[in-house]
């Protein structure tokens, strides 16, 4: 059974902002509108939007892309998850927006790189979902830096005020880097792992929007 839609009144959106995320009626949609949006490179300093300010501001970045999706997921009567994607050092984290159709999962996802996008409902759970991440995931120098997975993060038991809050959301992504999470190696699999080819280091390089 499916969780209750989300309700204008209950999203606190205006009647034209949650009709703008109402009309992404299924996961292609809302990916498709997130690839409009530029990506926030946070020139002012680091953001963490709400899905009101970040659609004001006409850019976002993965946290941001993350919860506009969760949203426009919740109004269909979906349970609006996200999931955390955690790596060593210096990389950085990405998070995604959880989806699933015929039993099967797939994510959405905001990201400025040919990598780490969207991924078809095909994977039969979370974990081989997240490893499909995993060789795409490494820094300039080839090393892959993949390590470990939120469980799903259920953005309705917060409550709403992530949707429309005036202020930095960097307490709900505190919470969500201290929720409960999964490691995908070993100490062991992680000195063997073989560094990312030239070849793909350089596609990797290329980017959807400019600084």
Known sequence: MRPQSLSIHSSGLTKQEWQKLKN????KKIQNFLNTIPFNFEEGGETHHSVRYALKSGKAHCFEGALIAAVALWIQGRKPLILDLVTARPDLD????LFQEDG???AISKTNHPVLRYRDPVYRS???LVMSYFHEYFLENGQ???RSFSKPFDLSRIGTTWITSRENLADLAHTLDQSPHVRILSAKQVRNLRKA???????GDRVEYKR
Do not use: M, S
Request: no cysteine; net charge neutral; hydrophobic share 40%.
């Open 24 to 27: 992404l009626y299924n996961p």
């Open 126 to 128: 979370v974990r081989e």
């Open 104 to 106: 099967r999962w797939g």
């Open 94 to 97: 990405h998070v995604v927006t």
């Open 197 to 203: 080819e030239e070849i793909e280091i350089k596609a």
């Open 144 to 146: 892959k830096t993949l």
